[in-house]
């Protein structure tokens, strides 16, 4: 049986066999598909992750990752979620003005309903009101998981931009959610850049 | 703000896994993408394509019968066994057949795009850092059109090396038109035409999956590539043509697909015969080895050029007058290019040199063809008269 291969060695690989590329499917299929599916619904989950995953592949040749490639893949679907920003939009407004979540698959059915409790509508309507940019940063650190630096990777810009993104994401939350629910703290200020 | 964030980490935290459906048509469309790339080929030229891994091809068609979607560890080890791809490929004439740009690899699948004069002197340099695709001159034989590692764009640079400029980034196959006016390539699965001046550009398809091997027809009008095909395995693709002002989208191998099993391998680039009236292409058929097929523009008349003997072929060049396909094939047990009458008769081994041959490129007066090939025991690119004498080399790749 072979040894487990890294994700840059099944990279490297799939540049002349091609086909190695498809143990970057098994490996990272499902944490994509979890991240876009929390970002924009089960419907548009489906098929971006598909087509993350199929331009990933084409674009192999340029992926500079050192160890694991799922900020790569992370960068690839955000990316493409840029182009249905309408819709992700549109879901998230929906969620806050109603509260129920007709976009996402729930493990349990009312969950929709109690998930993230009572800021389940502020934090949709939030993510609603926020730049793009910044949600796609506060997002791929929140949900992804990534640090700052595979964030300035992913997206392609300076590490001090993922941090000015981060900040005013936050800032943004923080007004929605204190508005709201007029039980949210008020940050102290200076105290959320951290990384 | 962790407490911010904690409450982001819970958004939808409670999703439900991917359905087993939304897995398969992902991976699906994953493995065609994958087939459009097949065994290790590293060159993919636009009219003709190395013959690398040729045994491997007539083993992996055999093993292709037994159905099974995706690609197993047996297959795996085929392909890792097959010769390892050619260091010098691709060559391909300027149109006034003074020049030929060519291909030499530099590591796994990085190029130098390199030009030598016709009568082999002065070799050079472009371009480092060049992907496997042959480039594409202009017609006016100043400019060359190639893909570059570099973000994954579609370059011009000129004959002399000066000038390089990006078209478009993430972008493939760059094509230029006959008249020298457009451009041709790829872009997020589409096709994409700009202007050779780079006044303007625009859409010419929707995004279909696995698209590759662009060509132009002879008078400008039409462009044919491939796309891959659904449900018949990895490696499986249909000829596509379309007007170059967009309609007229049409598929030409639908047909072929009926009747044939699992494991349709891949087509090979399109070469539109000199008249615009027909396209050749070399097919992978399970059991039958892989021959040359020819299909009118309009769909009709596809025929099996090569049904025997069965093997592997492929790389089919048209003659400048239309009357002769050049071809390259491993039935006489190693890979060699061969000619034959634009019917499929008179087949005739031109090389026949038990090295590796291929990638045959004629020049555009008829008389003479460039390939490739190991007989020196380092590849190079070598020309021939038509009748397969004078073999000479020209360049030669030096690491």
Known sequence: MEPVR????CVARSLSEPSAFELIFDRHYGSVHRYLHRRAGRDLADELAAETFALAFERRTSCRATSTVLPWLYGIATNLLRHRRRAEIRQLRAYARTGVDRWA???????????????????????????PRERDALLL???????????????????????????????????ELTTETDVFPLATSGADLHG | MDKLDDLFRGFRSGVTAPSEDAVSAARELLLRGIGSFDHPRPSRPRRRRAFVAVAAAILVGGLLVTPAVGIGGRLLALIESAPGPPDVQAPVWSSGGRQIAFLS???????????????????????????????SWSPDGLKIAFESLRDNGVYTVNADGSGRQRLARDSKDPAWSPDGRTIAFFSGAKIYLRNADGSEHRTL?????GVRDLAWSPDGRKLAFLQGKGGCGPSCHDLYVVNSDGSGLRNLTAKLAVGIRLGLGPASDPAWSPDGQMIA??????????????????????????????????????????????FVSDRDGNSEVFVMNANGKGQRNLTRNPAFDADPAWSPDGRKIAFASKR??????????????????LAQHSP
């Open chain 1, 6 to 9: 890294s994700d840059v060695d």
């Open chain 1, 105 to 131: 698959a729930y493990e349990d059915e009312t969950a929709g309903r109690v998930d993230g409790s009572a800021y389940d509508r502020p934090l949709a309507r939030a993510l609603a009101t926020m730049r």
């Open chain 2, 105 to 135: 690899r530099r590591g796994e699948s990085n190029f130098d795009l390199d030009v030598v004069n016709a009568d082999g002197s002065g070799q050079r340099t472009l371009i480092h850092g060049a992907t496997r695709e042959p480039p």
């Open chain 2, 376 to 393: 020196d025991g380092k590849y190079g690119i070598y020309v021939m008269n038509a009748d397969g004498s004078g073999q000479r080399r």
């Open chain 1, 141 to 175: 650190y929140a949900l992804a998981d990534l640090s700052y630096e595979e964030i300035a990777c992913a997206l392609e810009v300076p590490v001090g931009t993922v941090r000015t993104w981060l900040h005013r994401a936050r800032r943004t939350a923080q007004r």
């Open chain 2, 205 to 209: 398809t929707r995004p279909q999956a």
């Open chain 2, 281 to 326: 292409f070399a097919r992978l058929n399970p059991g039958l080895g892989e021959p040359i097929y020819v299909v009118k523009a309009d769909g009709s008349r596809l025929r099996n050029l090569t049904p025997k003997p069965v093997g592997a072929y492929a790389d089919p060049a048209w003659s400048p007058d239309g009357r002769k396909i050049a």
